[in-house]
């Protein structure tokens, strides 16, 4: 069983930046497309990137698109969200998640996760 730990939230300024990692254990890793998904409080989860378990596709929610990348190192075990031009309305916890269901226009359904991590807080302050 994969097991992801996200790492390298804070709390930063708003136009600052932050990188996101998720290192997972176990061997399969490499068999999953990984997912980045936020939860604001007080709001639902949500869908932010997603990168297909070769590393050759993504896809972002529009909220993020030209600001956020996402990429992966299979060899090191990790997936990674490189956010930058954060604004305060990216405040929320995000979270790591692993699935088998491709790259899809609209990003990945929460249904179809098989993995989470436990989360990390960011904070953008204005």
């Known amino acids: 069983q994969v097991q992801l730990v996200e790492s390298g939230g804070g709390l930063v300024q708003a136009g600052g930046s932050l990188r996101l990692s998720c290192a997972a254990s176990?061997?399969?890793?490499?068999?999953?497309?990984m997912a980045w998904f936020r939860q604001a409080p007080g709001k639902e989860r949500e869908f932010v990137a997603t990168i297909a378990w070769s590393g050759d596709y993504t896809y972002y929610a529009d909220s993020v698109k030209g600001r956020f990348t996402v990429s992966r190192d299979n060899a090191k075990n990790t997936v990674y969200l490189q956010m930058n031009s954060l604004k305060p309305e990216d405040t929320a916890v995000y979270y790591c998640?692993?699935?088998?269901?491709?790259?899809?226009?609209?990003?990945?359904?929460?249904?179809?996760?098989?993995?989470w991590g436990q989360g990390t807080q960011v904070t953008v302050s204005s």
């Open positions: 176990g061997r399969s890793f490499n068999s999953y497309d």
């Open positions: 998640a692993g699935h088998r269901d491709g790259i899809r226009r609209g990003g990945t359904p929460q249904a179809l996760i098989a993995l």
